[in-house]
């Protein structure tokens, strides 16, 4: 049977291929398509003024690798990934980087400059670059590719190349001709902030190794707040001889505070200005310390430098350099890091569309695979959330998880394209739970720091979606325990049923709770499965009639005042009830109903989207720029009207990303914005992850092909086919699942994996 199948499968695609206008450019493969300055902006003046956009940084990384070698443009305020787009001077070149995120970012640790003539020891203003060691640029030199980025540094006339490895960088420098040239290194560099210790040892002529010690104290992530406490070790390799060489360190009073605003502060850069220089020391400690060698150069000498990078230990970074770079090819590398992307993009084929959508799609692949990254070097080891090294044997022991982010859309996709690093994830949280000794899962994880950061349970949602999906290569047990202990501890409470003071939690805890009932139903714990079936309807709890829309409510059970629904605030996490009101997910029908029927939801709901504006920017309406209204289009679905989702997706896709530096319309957090445009574009995206189930859209692409993951599914291929598609021809005027019309507007995750064609007759009339 499964033969037979395959033959009417495969003369399926070859008719649906025939029928289909499906125009390529041919001399492009995917990996070309992808554009890492997209997003690449903080905030902006001018016609974006007051918006903040993705936060992602351009330069060089691999598929979920370790080391992230990119520019950095600014040190402190919101730039979480260190770059802008906006910005004028570049302060130097780190070998980490967070990606998208909203709140004061970390890392940007071991900062890389080159320069000439005096030596500074303080990196200097935007407005000032020559009173620092900083310079300015323009992007007409920058050069921005996957795995790979370079610059021209124009106070220095000294071109940068940049290119990675999983867990290791490698630069390349180009400089004039000059008696006075170095390489710069800024160890107590940190995106938010500051790292508080370092130690650095020349071990020969060619090496330097050390690290930097960055607990709250520093800031870092959200400013400290985030709780982030880790040591960055580094075993770097010089091309040319260090011969004149030293180290600078800055006289740091010890009573102090050592945060974001105080350390971007102009009295504590005049203490870094003012730094003692060492000439010839061969190891050192302090607690703001650079590195610094001088050497001539020949116009157009090209001098390289490359480092591995660990947690763990320096010993873990010389071996995470000597296995991913060995030698001095920095082509070489640079290829190997495309050929990585290719074989990381090979999920997915798109054909049709123009050059731009492709450009926006793979772009947006490429961000998913950013996070959750490696932590763990090439050997296994990793630092636990006990401080205490251990080695992963049989995965790949993964840190950055931005939950209340990627729960939505990140990662539904990677269950279907990467479903081993989602096994690998599901591990690392396991891991986190029992090696921290809480027992419960994070929110927002950050190198093995709870951090606190936003609500509800959403490694919950991640870990019952992965298990009903067949991803289970994982201690169950404990996993089902760890999902248990969390949404025990964070709930509605047995006294009130709802979150005193709180729409976002009520609503949020009542869907962790209905994916913990369905982890029950599925091991079989039938008292379990009722018991939190039952606490998944506490939502109703604050449904108010007199305003006719969730309210919060006091612990007596009063009403908390009511500004109307668009306000925000009101007992909102960065929304306001209308937006929030949204999120019932899991219960459409009890949804529909405390609404006052299928007429009053739809209404409600097509007025929510039409008072959004055209470029859908920060709004108090449909405001894609945020996460709680990603699953919002795909109600409509639910409610009867199809074309509606159809309609809104489509016009979200077209207008809501795009393919230049602003082309993200919020922040990117950590593979959420993207993984919502690549579901969305290739034709279906969850409404509530743990059912199963995809909500079929209308794609951007006359064909999408899905390759499988043998090791986990037992389809090769799932193709999607829109025929007559087109900007206007948005609407599915039917559908075929493998040759049998199909009459629902949702798929199963089993019909996906399984593989097999879904065929879309496409046109403009609703």
């Avoid at 050929?339 to 999920?347: D, G, N, T, Y």
């Avoid at 006294?495 to 091991?523: H, N, V």
């Avoid at 079989?524 to 018991?531: L, Q, R």
């Avoid at 449904?543 to 919060?552: G, H, K, L």
Wanted: glycine share 10%; aromatic share 14%.
């Amino acid at each position: 049977m499964k033969f037979i199948s395959a033959i009417i499968i495969s003369v399926l695609l070859l008719t649906a291929c025939n029928n289909s206008d499906m125009p390529e450019n041919t001399d492009k493969l995917p990996v070309d398509y992808i554009n890492p300055a997209i997003g690449a902006v903080t905030y902006a003046d001018g016609p974006h003024g007051g918006h903040g956009f993705g936060k992602t940084f351009p330069g060089a990384a691999t598929p979920f690798g370790l080391v992230q070698l990119s520019p950095d443009t600014r040190t402190g305020g919101d730039n979480g990934c260190g770059y802008s787009w906006t910005h004028t001077t570049i302060e130097g070149f780190s070998f980490t980087h967070m990606s998208g995120v909203g709140w004061y970012g970390d890392l940007g640790n071991f900062l890389v400059m080159p320069t000439t003539g005096k030596m500074h020891t303080n990196k200097g203003e935007d407005n000032t670059p020559e009173n620092g060691y900083r310079s300015r640029f323009s992007h007409n030199n920058e050069t921005i590719e996957a795995g790979y980025y370079s610059v021209l540094l124009e106070d220095y006339g000294i071109k940068a190349e940049l290119t990675a490895a999983p867990h290791a960088g490698i630069i390349r420098f180009t400089y004039p001709e000059n008696d006075s040239a170095r390489i710069q290194i800024d160890l107590s560099r940190r995106v938010g902030g500051t790292s508080t210790e370092q130690y650095i040892k020349v071990e020969n002529d060619s090496t330097i190794s050390g690290w930097m010690k960055c607990p709250p104290e520093g800031g870092g992530w959200g400013n400290g707040d985030g709780k982030a406490d880790y040591t960055v070790y580094f075993y770097c390799r010089f091309s040319k001889p260090l011969k004149d060489y030293g180290v600078w360190s800055a006289d740091i009073p010890d009573d102090i505070v050592r945060k974001r605003q105080e350390v971007c502060s102009p009295w504590y850069q005049k203490i870094v200005a003012e730094a003692d220089i060492i000439k010839g020391i061969k190891e050192y400690k302090g607690k703001h310390l650079g590195f610094f060698t001088n050497f001539k150069t020949r116009k157009d000498e090209q001098v390289l430098l490359k480092s591995g990078i660990s947690f763990v230990s320096i010993e873990g970074a010389k071996e995470n350099l000597e296995h991913d770079i060995p030698h001095w090819d920095f082509e070489k590398v640079k290829k190997q890091a495309k050929e990585l992307w290719a074989k990381a993009l090979s999920s997915i084929d798109v054909y049709g569309a123009t050059d731009k959508d492709k450009t926006i799609f793979y772009t947006a692949l490429y961000h998913t695979m950013i996070d959750p990254r490696a932590f763990s070097d090439v050997n296994g080891n990793y630092i636990g959330a006990d401080g205490k090294v251990h080695e992963a044997k049989d995965f790949t022991y993964r840190t950055i998880f931005s939950g209340w982010d990627v729960f939505r859309s990140q990662f539904p996709l990677q269950t279907i394209i990467n479903p081993a690093m989602v096994n690998a994830e599901i591990n690392s949280l396991i891991q986190i739970a029992e090696l921290s000794g809480k027992k419960y899962f994070p929110r927002w994880e950050f190198l093995n720091a709870y951090s606190g950061c936003m609500i509800g349970n959403p490694a919950v949602s991640v870990i019952v979606d992965a298990y009903r999906k067949g991803i289970r290569n994982y201690d169950v047990k404990k996993a089902y325990q760890y999902c248990l202990n969390t949404v025990n501890r964070f709930d509605n409470g047995e006294l009130t049923g709802f979150t005193p003071g709180r729409i976002s939690e009520t609503l949020e805890y009542s869907y962790f709770d209905w994916c913990m009932a369905q982890f029950a139903k599925e091991l079989g714990k039938t008292n379990d499965y009722k018991e939190y079936l039952r606490k998944s309807k506490n939502y109703k709890n604050i449904w108010n009639a007199d305003v006719n829309w969730f309210r919060a409510r006091n612990r007596d059970g009063s009403w908390l005042p009511w500004k109307g629904k668009t306000v925000h605030g009101q007992g909102c996490t960065e929304s306001n009830p209308y937006q929030q009101g949204w999120f019932v997910p899991h219960d459409i029908e009890g949804l529909t109903e405390l609404m006052g029927g299928k007429d009053s939801i739809q209404k409600e709901l097509i007025t929510f989207f039409e008072k959004a504006p055209e470029n859908f920017l920060w709004n108090n309406y449909y405001n894609h720029p945020n996460e709680p209204v990603h699953h919002v289009p795909f109600i409509f679905n639910e409610i009867g009207l199809p074309d509606q989702t159809q309609k809104w997706t489509r016009r979200i896709c077209d207008v809501a990303y795009g393919d230049d530096a602003f082309g993200l319309c919020g922040n990117e957090d950590v593979g959420q914005m993207s993984a919502w445009y690549v579901l969305a574009a290739i034709g279906f995206h969850p409404l509530c992850p743990g059912d199963n189930k995809y909500q079929i859209t209308s794609p951007v692409f006359n064909k999408i092909v899905l390759h499988l993951d043998k090791n986990y599914y037992n389809g090769n291929t799932f193709t999607i086919i829109a025929n007559n598609n087109s900007k206007e021809n948005v609407y599915i005027k039917s559908m075929k699942l493998n040759g049998k019309p199909l009459d629902r507007y949702w798929i199963t995750h089993e019909e996906i994996v399984n593989g097999g064609i879904l065929e879309l007759e496409m046109t403009n009339k609703k």
